[in-house]
């Protein structure tokens, strides 16, 4: 399955006074690598809701290994569990400069109809592209 590396520097206000960065803002992390790699594929979150699919996130569990200091350049490795359905499984891991894993991570996504609100499969144009 198509994995992707997406670069992102830990800005300051995404630390506590110690210089680490608040768990919180992982799942920003997990975000960025998320869109990063849907955009690999050719596709943006904006261009899939114009065609009227949603993808809310229904799972998120993470395990952190190490901390990421400010200014660290992590690397955000995103990539598909398996082939989508009606949902969307991701796998990460992040490491920072010195190749240490810091975290994994995973998100469960479901694809939702714009219109009606209700789950609906993973769109054609979508699984051509990771076949």
């Given at each position: 399955?198509?994995?992707t ?8 206000g ?6 680490v960065v ?5 799942a920003?992390?997990?975000e960025q690598?998320?869109t990063?790699w849907l955009?690999a594929?050719?596709?943006s979150?904006k261009?899939?809701?114009?065609n ?12 952190y290994?190490q901390p990421?200091f400010y200014?660290d350049?992590?690397?955000v ?7 989508p359905?009606?949902k969307?499984?991701?796998y990460?891991e992040?490491y ?5 894993l810091?975290a ?5 996504l479901?694809?939702?109809n714009?219109t009606?609100?209700?789950l609906?499969k ?5 699984l051509e592209?990771?076949?």
């Amino acid at each position: 399955m198509k994995n992707t590396d997406t670069e992102i520097r830990v800005r300051y206000g995404e630390t506590d006074q110690m210089g680490v960065v608040y768990y919180g803002n992982y799942a920003q992390y997990l975000e960025q690598g998320r869109t990063e790699w849907l955009r690999a594929l050719g596709f943006s979150y904006k261009w899939m809701e114009a065609n009227n699919i949603q993808l809310p996130v229904v799972h998120f569990s993470i395990d952190y290994k190490q901390p990421a200091f400010y200014d660290d350049l992590l690397t955000v490795r995103t990539s598909l569990k398996q082939l989508p359905t009606v949902k969307i499984e991701f796998y990460y891991e992040i490491y920072n400069e010195s190749k240490q894993l810091l975290a994994t991570a995973t998100t469960v996504l479901v694809f939702v109809n714009s219109t009606t609100k209700k789950l609906t499969k993973a769109p054609q144009y979508l699984l051509e592209k990771l076949s």
